[in-house]
């Protein structure tokens, strides 16, 4: 696997137990890149996405089989100012899909067949004005001309069959994979014209859903009370912590806790389960609250890409 946008690696947390080895990582940001070589010291640490086509050309770097990647969401996001392809982190998208065909060239070269895709961002692409989400399932799959999206919104879920790649997507919520956190994310799946990757993003219930359970509101323990406001929290993203009195708090309202009659910020290591990651996964000597928020925020939740 070759890692785009690696963050905090959750795609290793969740396939390296599988499998899967990966052979480099790319990201920029100082603290998520701290925890890489902290935990992953063995990978290399590309840095800059827009340098890796030419190091793949090169051979300087590993033709890997699987290019997974989640490109800034900002541009996207209903947090942020949703500039789309307007935006030079929302171009990230396309230079997603430069990397994609320059390692499926290579590997042709080496007399390898086309590698797997997987991508993730916040649903907010699919009604993205300057429809990045239509350049990039277009460009994957090869088309001429891109898809336009007439209705102002891409379906939360679909498949794209195209000359070079078939395409799947889904918006996957994250309360369903055993995290309380409503999270709903958008996955999308990539391969060759044998690969079908609806057949892994989408399910036939052939039985009853199963009841999830529930639980209690008001609960104690380890000597201490507990309120919480509701079962699920609200997405965790990476301005939580950063304004206690503005629009991130209001925003984050649920994912605050009452302890001992006293309302409290969760704490990282709450977050880091919130993502399903293990204990103090991110907590490194001298680690800021801050960095930890924001690294888990930005993050992937560990159940669901395990389960794809």
Request: proline letters at 5%; a positive charge; aromatic letters at 12%.
């Amino acid at each position: 696997v070759g890692s785009i946008c690696s963050g905090i690696e959750a795609a290793s947390v969740a396939w390296e137990p599988l499998g899967w080895h990966f052979c480099w990582f790319s990201e920029i940001s100082d603290f998520p890149s701290r925890v890489l070589k902290e935990k992953y010291p063995e990978v290399k640490n590309l840095g800059d996405m827009n340098a890796i086509p030419d190091k793949i050309a090169t051979g300087n770097i590993h033709k890997p089989d699987l290019i997974c990647g989640g490109t800034p969401c900002q541009a996207f996001s209903l947090a942020g100012l949703k500039t789309g392809l307007n935006d030079n982190r929302g171009n990230l998208t396309l230079k997603f899909v430069d990397i994609v065909e320059k390692n499926d060239n290579e590997r042709a070269k080496a007399g390898l067949g086309r590698g797997l895709v997987f991508w993730e961002n916040v649903e907010g692409v699919l009604t993205d004005k300057t429809n990045a989400f239509g350049c990039l399932v277009s460009s994957l799959a090869g088309l001429k001309d891109v898809i336009s999206n007439n209705k102002n919104r891409w379906p939360n879920a679909g498949v794209v069959r195209g000359p070079k790649r078939n395409i799947a997507w889904r918006v996957i919520d994250a309360k369903f994979f055993g995290v309380p956190q409503q999270r709903r994310r958008l996955y999308l799946l990539g391969g060759d014209k044998n690969f079908f990757p609806e057949n892994i993003l989408f399910e036939r219930h052939k039985h009853p859903l199963t009841q999830y359970p529930n639980y209690d509101l008001y609960f104690e323990k380890d000597g201490h009370s507990f309120e919480v406001f509701r079962e699920y929290t609200d997405c965790l993203c990476s301005s939580y912590d950063t304004n206690w009195n503005g629009n991130a708090a209001a925003y984050n309202g649920s994912l605050f806790i009452v302890q001992d009659r006293r309302i409290r910020r969760l704490s990282p290591l709450e977050c880091e389960r919130l993502m399903g990651f293990d204990d103090n996964y991110t907590n490194l000597p001298k680690a800021k609250k801050t960095n930890r928020y924001r690294a888990l925020g930005n993050s992937w939740v560990v159940p669901v890409v395990r389960w794809i």
